[in-house]
């Protein structure tokens, strides 16, 4: 989303005023129906290059591998090697030498984030229904590819929230994927969270060709029923084509960060900047949205964000970020609020109002929702248990965070005995007719004659005579 065709978009159709601070003020207090969705109109040309590029890249590697994969990293990752896999006494150095204030730190999130994740493992369920046996069972994915992202940071929370949960799962054979250096060294600490995680291999390799590797495979990295994980626009626009092209299945669409705020009078204009500041430091490109129906709270955030934004590491990025991309929307009401936010659909929707929980309660769409002023999206990025790997872009109207169950796949299982399928041959017979496909039919009743009726599987067509 880029904030200037956002609020040009806004402003036009809403008459909202623009005020001349760090966030871009938003008035839709009197607008009507789905005006909001203008919250979520995109750049079509930013959109077409990344598309355009992703495709150019994806192709590059199905046709030529490893030599790809080589050519690509050295142009946007600046290494000119082609030993991708990391040794295996490289990630145990790693996590040896590893701060042991750090460890214990990651050692506390996995086992926090594993727990959590146990209790959303699916569990296999059978039922007798008219002498039938029916259910579904689930089944581990064989080998699952994991991209961390690298590039402004390094993160090896996304290492934990997503080789933790595929563990969980039982899944075979988890593959980590992830940026180089220009001199071709991973960051330790993420080879540390791979080794202290389990994961199996670590490739060193960033970007729309790692996705494209672990979709497809090459002479060295091996094809994954599966990619998960967190990137940039780059790295979802990839996952999106390789699972539209049947490559590999995915997880949500998990690209640039996002965060939306419902707040009220009795929220503290600090916290709120702070989140915000929290969010807008992963990337210049995050997004992030403030809703209130409480104008003198957007004035009084805007001044605590000044001093927040002043006293950051990482000040000139979060600047970016929220004077490109910052909105705070004056609604009308906590009503209002809430359909906004449905609309928007945040990656991570933060509620500091009176009485959250039954704000919230009302919320549909979201990643995660972070319920009152102690609990905030922070805490979700690193040890609150919830998986941190969300959808974003307005994909959480319709999917959801990283589970246990994207490491699964569910079976229907179907069991029927002589006298169940005997009970069920008049609606077979009549339902084959209806569709034309005699053979269906046959396929029971040649079940419940033997064999040896010479009718067996014949059905008259609907609305025909029986002419045999």
Not at 34 to 52: G, K, P, Y
Not at 321 to 345: C, E, N
Not at 369 to 390: E, K, S, W
Not at 427 to 447: F, G, I, M, Q, Y
Request: aromatic share 4%; proline share 5%.
């Amino acid at each position: 989303m880029l904030k200037g065709y956002v609020v040009e978009r806004l402003l036009a159709a809403a008459g909202a005023r623009l005020s001349p601070v760090m966030l871009t003020r938003v008035d839709v207090t009197d607008a009507r129906g789905d005006l909001i969705n203008a919250v979520r109109a995109t750049d079509e040309s930013a959109v077409t290059e990344v598309r355009d590029s992703v495709a150019d890249t994806i192709a590059a590697v199905r046709s030529r591998g490893d030599a790809a994969v080589a050519e690509l990293t050295a142009r946007f990752d600046g290494w000119h090697g082609d030993h991708w896999a990391v040794p295996d006494a490289e990630r145990a150095a790693a996590l040896a030498a590893l701060d042991p204030t750090l460890r214990a730190a990651l050692e506390r999130a996995a086992d926090q984030v594993r727990w959590f994740h146990e209790q959303a493992l699916p569990a296999d369920w059978y039922t007798d229904r008219d002498g039938a046996r029916l259910g579904m069972v689930f089944r581990p994915l064989r080998r699952v590819g994991v991209y961390v992202p690298g590039g402004l940071g390094a993160y090896p929370s996304t290492v934990i929230m997503t080789v933790v949960p595929a563990r969980v799962a039982g899944v075979d054979e988890v593959v980590v994927c992830t940026p180089p250096g220009p001199d071709g060294v991973v960051n330790p600490t993420i080879l540390a969270a791979a080794e202290l995680t389990g994961a199996d291999r670590v490739l060193r390799i960033g970007g729309a060709q790692a996705v494209a590797a672990m979709a497809y495979g090459t002479e060295t990295v091996p094809r994954c029923d599966k990619v998960v994980g967190p990137g940039n626009a780059y790295v979802a626009e990839a996952k999106m084509q390789v699972s539209a092209a049947g490559a590999c299945g995915i997880d949500a669409q998990a690209g640039t960060t996002e965060v939306a705020i419902i707040a009220d009078h009795t929220a503290d204009p600090r916290l709120l900047a702070c989140d915000l500041v929290a969010q807008a430091e992963h990337d210049p490109r995050a997004v992030c949205l403030l809703i209130t129906p409480e104008a003198g709270l957007i004035e009084r955030t805007q001044r605590a964000l000044e001093i927040e934004v002043a006293r950051t590491r990482h000040t000139d990025r979060v600047r970016a970020a929220l004077t490109d991309r910052g909105v705070a929307l004056l609604v009308r009401d906590l009503d209002q609020a809430v359909a906004a936010a449905d609309a928007f659909a945040a990656e991570h929707l933060e509620v500091q109002t009176a009485d959250a929980p039954a704000v919230a309660a009302r919320v549909r769409a979201a990643g995660a929702i972070f319920v009152g002023r102690d609990t905030p999206v922070a805490l979700g990025d690193y040890c609150a248990g919830p998986n941190h790997t969300l959808p974003t872009g307005g994909t959480a109207r319709f999917s959801a965070g990283l589970s246990t169950e994207d490491f699964v796949v569910r079976v229907n299982w179907v069991e029927y005995g002589r006298d169940a399928l005997a009970e069920l041959l008049p609606v077979v017979d009549a339902l084959a007719s209806a569709e034309d496909l005699p053979a269906h039919a046959a396929a029971v009743r040649a079940r419940l004659t033997g064999g040896d009726d010479p009718r067996a599987g014949h059905v008259v067509a609907a609305g025909g005579a029986d002419d045999a």
